[in-house]
């Protein structure tokens, strides 16, 4: 009877407490109290998980944004390559006889700044010699071409320099990244200095020449170098910063992998180099036969001038013959690079670059030969300059695939 009474007393009062907590939790100040601290839980933690995070910068998310850019800005510099290349197809380069950074950004509007224009431009070698009866709508269109090429290099300049300040100012450069940006920006300013620098030279006058006037050849290497050399080092580091790097095990045969592919590549680097002067003499057209020069595999006339250095840049038929070996070495050192690596445990993004590059190594060579044999027409010849462009490029990114872990 004692035990029952004590079991229902035990009861009633837990009941009773029930009630009373469900309803001191309806109650209005209550549940305002623990939503507040709900909330200031939530927004603490928020903040203490934030603040690690926005310290940490440059981490991986700004590292491939900062690749994006790069990658877009190399893109940008393929863009004017073969602007650049089309324009001296065309015969263009020649058309505008004044370089200013702001006032030629505006073409010829009115008939009358037109024709003062090519007033100026009848004033120079081009048109005396070899453009005489050109009339005014022809003008037009090289002066355009012209005009595109040097504002496509305008809006490679601002591609650069305008996201380097504000990535600067948002903290996404490390030390060393500063410096390569700096460099990349001012090699920019370089780039249209010498493109100018090139200009002149088809400018001058030359009383004791009667050949058709063109740009130093020099000049005109030293500019496509330069835009190679910038395209380069903006791919490579937009693909280091984007391609994360394989963990492969240092041995011996992949050491040899590395150094072949290094040498592939200036090889390759070097041939479109010599593209220049090809571009510049108009040696495509002096033997348009292959595989011999004529009738000969080694031409009468190929060391002509004096003295002999001269020959290697100067004399159309040997820079021909030189670019001719210059890109059978290229083809078969990519070849053997591509069969060197099918005997090799590699990732599998290291296999399709090598694979990719070799491919283009034969379809490029294949241009090469058709342009020749046509007699250089401009179609064509603007592909194989794309090219050259196309087997650089797969070879910085066989050389990013197996560039070694950073320590």
Known sequence: ML????????????????????????SPQLRQWLVKRGQSTVTAEAGASSTPAAAAVPNAATNRIVGRWL?????????????????????????????????????????????????????????????????????????????GHRMWGRLVGLAYILPTIYFWRKGYFTRSMKGKVLGLCGFVFFQGLLGWYMVKSGLEEKPESYDVPRVSQYRLSAHLGSALLLYCASLWTGLTLMLPAHKMAETKRLMQLRRFAKGTGGLVFLTA????????????????????????????????????????FENPTTVQFDHRIL??????????????????????????????????????????????????PTPLAATHQSGSVALLSLAIWVLAELRKMPK
């Not at 010599?274 to 190929?302: C, T």
């Open 3 to 26: 035990l029952s009474s004590l079991r229902t007393t035990v009861f009633c009062g837990c009941r009773s407490s029930a009630k009373g907590f469900q309803h001191s939790s309806r």
């Open 71 to 147: 990658l877009g800005c190399s893109g940008l510099v393929v863009g004017a390559i073969v602007l650049g290349g089309v324009t001296r197809l065309t015969e263009s380069g020649l058309s505008m006889v004044d370089w200013h950074l702001v006032r030629e950004m505006k073409p010829p509007q009115t008939q009358a700044e037109w024709e003062a224009e090519f007033s100026k431009y009848q004033q120079f070698p081009e048109f005396k010699i070899m453009n005489h009866d050109m009339t005014l709508p022809e003008f037009k269109f090289i002066f355009y071409m012209e005009w």
């Open 273 to 312: 180099l010599s593209g220049a002067f090809v571009a510049g003499l108009d040696a495509g057209l002096v033997y348009n036969s292959f595989p011999k020069m004529g009738e000969r595999w080694i031409p009468d006339d190929l060391l002509a001038f004096s003295p002999t250095l001269k020959n290697f």
């Open 327 to 376: 890109a059978i070495s290229s083809l078969t050192a990519i070849t053997g690079l591509y069969m060197f690596s099918r005997r090799m445990m590699l990732p599998r993004r290291a296999k399709i670059a090598i694979s990719l590059l070799a491919a283009m190594a034969y379809g490029q060579v294949a241009l090469g030969i058709s342009t020749l044999l046509l007699y250089v």
